[in-house]
């Protein structure tokens, strides 16, 4: 392992940062301002899934700046960055770059005032609400670090910014443009993503099962409606429906091994118009997420057999539609590069900065690239809550804003400096001088 802190290209790189108490020094320093304007700007401007434009362009520009060969337009707004130094093994380090529809609530000077048309035509807000701005930005930072650094690396960087993981799969969509024959196969595969659960300045990893898989169930329940004061003359979809909401429950409590994790959520109910009018239909909108694929079958399997069941209970007209979309399949650390990364990770910024953390059940795409090339693969988690925050709730994360919140505001010094210095320890450690 490179004795990094003997490496006068790159001392300082692992000082702790400002927050801490511990003196900054350069290089990761001198850098800074340059990476907090660049967060900054892409903070104050985020686009929605699918629309990234302006947003890969400054990614794009940043990598061309730093001498990497750039392709842009992947499978959309998809951009690759490559750069080759001599014989040795290939990795990929992806950031993702879409934003949600999202109103910001930080109060931060650089929020977010961005209101965009969404693909249905309705006028949203939007936020870098999962902080895919620190990611870009840890990405940038990395690579300006790496192309300065050669000395210390042998073989070839494919650094990725990722359109629509949000709204995705975009990695899906990069994949099918024909990412693993138009740039290096890569050996390993990287990615970081910020975290409330630790204060910024600090990583997290968890070997195997980091992120579950996501599929969407909607059911439309069908009755036949009426005047709200004969209920007798109809069938009810809503209590049907109210029926198939409790129901549903029995698939996590009494279907489901519980040493395989699986949460099923109604998330969205529609129907009726009047009070006094018992409805033709009603619409049911859910989220399932589990880590095993025969987890995952049965408890599809399950909704729809509910579901209909419930329905034809009830007498009702025809069978419910239940449509079920396939989404993001399970992250799963390779736990060999988890262990020798996060030891690496550990060796160069002390081991109280870096901890095991227990898996999420929210998704991530991610994966797809590492299960496409067939390679091992890792995402690890960047604390992003400041400090004094996370002190103060006591280890009580539901006190604290998370991605997807309104609220949600990295402390951006530590983070994006941990963030980049990360970043460019785990390609060290992948791609050692020999």
């Given at each position: 392992m490179?004795?990094?802190?003997a490496v006068?290209?790159?001392?300082?790189?692992?000082?702790?940062?400002?927050a801490s108490?511990s003196?900054?020094?350069?290089?990761?320093?001198a850098?800074?301002?340059?990476l907090?304007?660049?967060y900054q700007?892409?903070?104050?401007?985020?686009?929605?899934?699918?629309?990234?434009e302006?947003?890969?362009a400054?990614?794009?520009d940043r990598?061309?700046a730093?001498?990497?060969?750039?392709t842009?337009?992947?499978?959309g707004?998809?951009?690759v960055?490559v750069?080759?130094?001599?014989k040795g093994p290939t990795l990929?380090?992806?950031?993702d770059?879409?934003?949600?529809?999202?109103?910001?609530?930080?109060g931060l000077p650089?929020?977010?005032t961005?209101?965009v048309?969404?693909?249905?035509?309705?006028?949203?807000p939007v936020?870098?609400?999962c902080?895919?701005?620190?990611?870009?930005t840890s990405l940038?930072?990395?690579?300006?670090?790496?192309?300065?650094?050669?000395s210390?690396?042998?073989?070839t960087l494919v650094l990725v910014?990722?359109p629509a993981?949000e709204?995705?799969?975009g990695s899906?969509?990069m994949?099918a443009d024909?990412?693993?024959?138009?740039?290096?196969?890569?050996?390993?595969?990287?990615?970081l993503h910020?975290?409330?659960r630790?204060?910024?300045?600090?990583?997290?990893?968890?070997?195997?099962?980091?992120?579950a898989?996501?599929?969407?169930v909607?059911i439309?329940i069908?009755g036949?409606?009426g005047?709200?004061s004969?209920p007798?003359?109809t069938?009810?979809?809503?209590?049907?429906?109210?029926?198939t909401?409790l129901?549903l429950?029995?698939?996590?409590s009494?279907e489901?091994n519980?040493?395989d994790?699986v949460?099923?959520?109604?998330?969205?109910?529609?129907?009726?118009?009047?009070s006094?009018?018992?409805p033709?239909e009603?619409k049911l909108q859910?989220t399932?997420r589990?880590?095993?694929?025969?987890?995952?079958?049965r408890?599809l399997?399950?909704?729809?057999r509910?579901a209909?069941?419930?329905a034809a209970?009830?007498g009702?007209?025809?069978?419910p539609?239940?449509?079920?979309e396939?989404g993001f399949g399970a992250n799963?650390?390779d736990p060999?590069?988890?262990q020798r990364?996060?030891?690496?990770?550990?060796a160069?910024f002390?081991k109280?900065?870096?901890?095991?953390l227990?898996?999420v059940?929210?998704s991530?795409?991610?994966g797809?690239?590492?299960?496409?090339a067939?390679v091992?693969?890792?995402e690890?988690w960047?604390?992003a809550?400041?400090?004094?925050?996370?002190?103060?709730?006591h280890g009580?994360?539901?006190?604290?804003?998370?991605?997807h919140?309104?609220?949600?505001?990295?402390d951006?010094e530590p983070?994006?400096?941990?963030?980049a210095?990360?970043l460019?320890?785990?390609a060290i450690?992948l791609?050692?001088?020999?």
């Open positions: 490179t004795n990094l802190l006068p290209a790159l001392a300082g790189l692992l000082a702790m940062p400002a108490g003196p900054a020094i350069a290089p990761i320093d850098l800074y301002p340059d907090a304007a660049f700007d892409l903070h104050r401007n985020p686009e929605l899934s699918r629309h990234e302006k947003t890969s400054k990614v794009a990598l061309r730093l001498g990497y060969a750039v842009d337009h992947v499978g707004f998809g951009v960055g750069m080759k130094n001599g990929l380090i992806r950031a770059m879409d934003a949600l529809p999202v109103e910001e609530k930080t650089y929020a977010s961005v209101r048309k969404n693909d249905a035509g309705e006028t949203v936020m870098h609400a902080g895919h701005d620190v990611h870009m940038v930072g990395a690579a300006a670090l790496l192309a300065k650094a050669k210390l690396w042998r073989g910014g990722q993981e709204g995705g799969p899906t969509a994949l024909g990412f693993l024959t138009r740039f290096p196969k890569p050996d390993f595969a990287i990615a910020d975290d409330n630790l204060p910024a300045g600090q990583m997290g990893y968890a070997p195997g099962f980091a992120y898989n996501s599929d969407t909607a439309t069908y036949r409606g005047h709200g004969a007798q003359n069938i009810d979809p809503i209590v049907i429906a109210a029926r909401v129901a429950q029995t698939v996590v009494r489901n519980p040493l994790p949460v099923v959520t109604v998330g969205t109910i529609h129907g009726g118009t009047k006094n009018i018992i033709e009603v859910l399932v589990s880590y095993k694929e025969e987890a995952r079958r408890a399997a399950a909704i729809e509910i209909k069941a419930e209970a009830a009702a007209p025809r069978e539609l239940v449509e079920i396939k799963y650390n060999a590069l988890t990364v996060a030891k690496a990770l550990a160069a002390g109280e900065r870096v901890r095991e227990p898996p059940m929210a991530e795409d991610f797809e690239f590492g299960r496409a067939n091992p693969y890792l690890f960047l604390g809550t400041p400090v004094a925050r996370y002190e103060a709730a009580d994360v539901t006190k604290l804003p998370g991605p919140s309104s609220e949600w505001a990295p951006p983070t994006l400096k941990t963030g210095a990360a460019t320890i785990a450690e791609l050692p001088r020999r």
